[in-house]
């Protein structure tokens, strides 16, 4: 079982910026792959980014790509979401998520954080 636990949300004004963590412990497999995904109030949850563990391979929501970066620091067991130019449609409750495989399909991550809400005010 993998425990994942995100910090770092907040509110900002649009334009700034935000870095989101998401620790991960447990039972980790080499092969886990991290997703990062956010759904607003109405909405469903949309996909944002996802990296492999081992080797770093990375996906992008094109709604996001050239503003987010998602990263990881394996010695921590920790994954990263740096979030620049945020804008008011960015405002969202936040998850990270543990899966097999890199995939944008919430459907294919086994394991969610407890979500951590951004604001991002205009």
């Known amino acids: 079982q993998v425990q994942l636990v995100e910090s770092g949300g907040g509110l900002v004004q649009a334009g700034g910026s935000l870095r989101l963590s998401c620790a991960a412990s447990?039972?980790?497999?080499?092969?886990?792959?991290m997703g990062w995904f956010r759904q607003a109030p109405g909405k469903e949850r949309d996909f944002i980014a996802a990296i492999m563990r081992f080797g770093g391979r990375t996906d992008y929501a094109d709604s996001v790509k050239g503003r987010f970066t998602i990263s990881r620091d394996t010695a921590k067991n920790t994954y990263y979401l740096q979030m620049n130019s945020l804008k008011p449609e960015d405002t969202a409750v936040y998850y990270c998520a543990a899966g097999p495989r890199l995939s944008p399909s919430p459907n294919e991550y086994e394991h969610w954080g407890q979500g951590t809400q951004v604001t991002v005010s205009s």
């Open positions: 447990g039972r980790i497999p080499s092969t886990l792959s």
